[in-house]
C-alpha cells in the first residue's frame, strides 16, 4: 500500500507522519503501528456497523429471538469493542 509506505518511510526518516484512515476500513484490519509508527491514535465518532446490510440484521434477529439481546445494546457494544 503506497500510503502506508510513504507514512514509514517519513516515521523512519525523523520527519514524522499523520496517518487518516476509516475505522472498519481496509488500514483497520491486520496493520500493526507499533514503535515510533504508532505514538497516538484520534479517533472521530464511534464506529458502527452498517446496519443496512443483511448479514448484520439476520444477526440482530438471531441474536434477539435466541439470547434476548436488544439491537442496540449489540451494536453499541460492537461499535466500543472496534474502538479499543
Request: net charge positive; proline share 1%; with cysteine.
Amino acid at each position: 500500500m503506497l500510503a502506508l509506505d510513504n507514512y514509514r518511510r517519513a516515521c523512519d526518516c525523523g520527519r514524522g507522519a499523520v496517518f487518516l484512515s476509516v475505522a472498519r476500513g481496509k488500514v483497520a484490519e491486520g496493520i500493526d503501528f507499533d514503535r515510533h509508527y504508532g505514538r497516538l491514535a484520534i479517533m472521530f465518532g464511534i464506529p458502527f456497523q452498517y446496519t443496512l446490510s443483511r448479514i448484520l440484521l439476520a444477526r440482530l434477529e438471531y441474536l434477539r429471538e435466541t439470547f434476548q439481546i436488544k439491537e442496540g445494546d449489540f451494536l453499541t457494544f460492537d461499535a466500543l469493542r472496534q474502538a479499543a
